[in-house]
């Protein structure tokens, strides 16, 4: 990434359509690390964290006999894998596991300095607990819905990257599912991006589903902070997708 996409500034959208937001630890415990300690750190979290569930890992293996045969797949527990703990409105979902950490802020959301702050903080209290000796993923994920006005004559209108139909196809679209993976060398980010239409939402409505991932394989230096200050770069990139997808058009919807 170069110092002007380092800069760039995105407008804030005060109704934007995210439905969920999701931040994003892979971790590498060592072995000795006894996984119910996570399960004493609610009263860690903060009085907002209000349940806490297990997370049970299963392994299922399914073997290919004759043609037609039926084969019962067989089931083995892997015990409890981590922890998940919800603030007591259902909106904030921390993930405490033996393989990484996740919080994820559902609908209204309030804004990345806001959850990025909370999923640093957990982070912190994750990696205190655990010590990872490596962390080789970071990843953001944002899924947006939104809502285009009926009556839908043009999605050109909303969106920047349509499917494009061949000719002599019939020229109605009334729903469509594609995803690309990107890989950007400046940066050495990939991303993911899904783009649906779906069923109409209602009679003024017809909801469009975009769906972006930017992750980061990266080297772990030892320090849980360090790992911290390499988000900004996947946020920018995740902005970029955002802003470049949508009309502008589309984005007044949301100002």
Same mark, same amino acid.
């Given at each position: 990434m170069?110092?002007?996409?380092?800069l760039q500034?995105?407008?804030?959208?005060?109704?934007?359509?995210?439905?969920?937001?999701?931040?994003?630890?892979?971790?590498?415990?060592?072995?000795?690390?006894v996984?119910?300690?996570?399960?004493?750190?609610?009263?860690k979290?903060?009085?907002?964290f209000t349940?806490?569930?297990?997370l049970?890992?299963?392994?299922?293996?399914?073997?290919?006999?004759a043609?037609?045969a039926?084969?019962?797949?067989s089931?083995?527990d892997?015990?409890?894998?981590?922890?998940?703990?919800?603030?007591?409105?259902?909106?904030?979902?921390a993930?405490?596991?033996?393989?990484?950490?996740?919080?994820?802020?559902?609908?209204?959301?309030?804004?990345?300095?806001d959850?990025?702050?909370?999923a640093?903080?957990?982070?912190m209290?994750?990696?205190?607990?655990?010590? $990872?000796?490596?962390? +080789?993923? *970071?990843?953001?994920?944002?899924?947006?819905?939104?809502?285009?006005?009926? /009556?839908? &004559?043009? =999605?050109?209108?909303y969106?920047?990257?349509?499917?494009?139909? $061949?000719?002599?196809? +019939?020229? *109605?679209?009334?729903?469509?599912?594609?995803?690309?993976?990107?890989h950007? /060398?400046a &940066?050495? =980010?990939?991303?993911?991006?899904?783009?649906a239409?779906?069923? $109409?939402?209602?009679?003024r409505?017809?909801?469009?589903l975009?769906?972006i991932?930017?992750?980061?394989?990266?080297?772990?230096?030892?320090?849980?902070?360090?790992?911290?200050?390499?988000?900004?770069?996947?946020?920018?990139?995740?902005?970029?997708?955002?802003?470049?997808?949508?009309?502008?058009?589309?984005?007044?919807?949301?100002?």
């Amino acid at each position: 990434m170069n110092a002007s996409e380092q800069l760039q500034q995105f407008p804030h959208l005060p109704r934007a359509p995210i439905t969920e937001a999701v931040i994003d630890f892979r971790a590498k415990l060592p072995d000795g690390f006894v996984i119910e300690g996570f399960r004493d750190l609610q009263s860690k979290l903060g009085g907002d964290f209000t349940s806490v569930e297990e997370l049970k890992g299963i392994q299922l293996h399914l073997q290919f006999g004759a043609p037609h045969a039926v084969e019962v797949p067989s089931r083995k527990d892997l015990g409890v894998a981590g922890y998940c703990f919800r603030s007591a409105d259902g909106k904030n979902i921390a993930q405490f596991r033996r393989d990484g950490f996740t919080l994820s802020r559902l609908a209204p959301y309030t804004s990345w300095e806001d959850v990025f702050a909370q999923a640093a903080r957990l982070w912190m209290l994750y990696a205190e607990t655990a010590t $990872p000796i490596d962390v +080789p993923r *970071i990843a953001v994920r944002y899924i947006n819905r939104i809502l285009v006005p009926q /009556p839908l &004559s043009d =999605l050109s209108k909303y969106l920047t990257a349509l499917p494009v139909l $061949p000719k002599n196809w +019939p020229n *109605i679209l009334s729903g469509f599912l594609t995803k690309v993976v990107i890989h950007d /060398p400046a &940066s050495a =980010l990939v991303a993911n991006v899904a783009q649906a239409l779906e069923s $109409p939402a209602d009679e003024r409505h017809v909801p469009v589903l975009l769906d972006i991932g930017v992750s980061e394989q990266i080297m772990f230096d030892g320090k849980a902070e360090a790992s911290l200050s390499r988000f900004e770069k996947l946020r920018q990139l995740k902005n970029r997708i955002f802003f470049s997808s949508l009309t502008e058009e589309a984005i007044n919807l949301f100002r």
